[in-house]
């Protein structure tokens, strides 16, 4: 059971505004981060964050809540899981190379998530699943826009979270 969640998804909050402010980023940011670290508690890493998947209250005080867990994996210690689990633009690198993985692939697709609301497109967005996997997996750079600014430890931020390394990956470089 859920609570009613009258603000629709991240995914149409997103593309009815194009981008979202830092300070709006940060707030959801913070309320993702405060989710994870209780479902971390509770042994459950999610699998399949993406905006779809993040619920909001009516305005004005919106909140974030993660839905769908039908992907999520209960974890226990050094628990690593190899199936193909998520969906391809948040998918970690690991996953996508069928490599042994853990709970570390939900930062990745939080990195996605947060670049998606300050930009308002993914930062490997491309037309085709084999193309998306190409410039994941090829060390391709991501192209920040100069449009909107953004803060240097914002950067900083979703550049640990996208960090293709699973072991170098830092939500708080």
Known sequence: MLDYCGGGD???FISSRKTLKE???RK???QL???MQFLRSKGIAPMDL???NLLLTEPPKTVLKIADFGMAQLLK???HGASFRGSPL???PEVMLGKTYDAKVDLWSIGVILFEILYGFAPYHSSTIEELHLRV???TPIVIPSVPETSSKCKEVFQGLLERDPCQRDPCP
């Open 10 to 12: 991240l995914s149409h």
């Open 23 to 25: 300070s709006l980023a």
């Open 50 to 52: 993406k905006p779809q």
């Open 28 to 30: 959801f940011l913070r």
């Open 77 to 79: 210690d050094n628990d």
């Open 137 to 139: 997996l090829n060390d």
């Open 90 to 92: 948040y998918m970690a």
């Open 33 to 35: 981060a405060l989710a």
